[in-house]
């Protein structure tokens, strides 16, 4: 979560600001976001490790509606960090990088269009991961 804080806060912001031209921010960006996709998957199987582990390690009351409700956290939070991580920004970025001079493309192409409602709902998905994430620290 703090890395997704840190890229969306920070990063972003800066590189959209300082880069010559808002499609070398957007390449540029985009290259940190492969990464930083593959970096969520992981922490995001740590997290399922690790939670598992503790439930059963701490012998949890699943009837427990603060448990539960953390499991549900946690559940909602890793399907929207697969579906932005794992779908939705890959597809996205193989978008961008197969189209030739895409920056160029004019706001009607179909690509670019695709891009753009990708782009949001990966960002829309991620935002919910960050309030699931913060709901099941909250339960925990």
Request: hydrophobic share 55%; net charge positive; aromatic share 10%.
């Amino acid at each position: 979560m703090g890395g997704g804080f840190a890229l969306g806060a920070l990063v972003a912001p800066t590189l959209f600001r300082t880069l010559r031209s808002r499609g070398e921010a957007g390449t540029v960006f985009g290259a940190i976001l492969g990464r930083f996709d593959s970096v969520a998957v992981l922490a995001l199987l740590l997290v399922v490790v690790t939670a598992i582990l503790r439930a059963r390690l701490a012998d949890e009351d699943p009837h427990d509606w603060r448990i539960l409700a953390r499991w549900v956290a946690l559940a909602l939070m890793g399907a929207a960090t697969l579906y932005a991580s794992a779908w939705a920004s890959p597809v996205a970025r193989g978008i961008r990088k197969s189209t030739p001079a895409f920056d160029d493309l004019p706001e009607s192409d179909v690509r670019r269009q695709e891009f753009r409602r990708l782009h949001r709902l990966s960002t829309r998905a991620f935002s919910f991961a960050m309030l699931f994430g913060i709901i099941a620290m909250y339960f925990s």
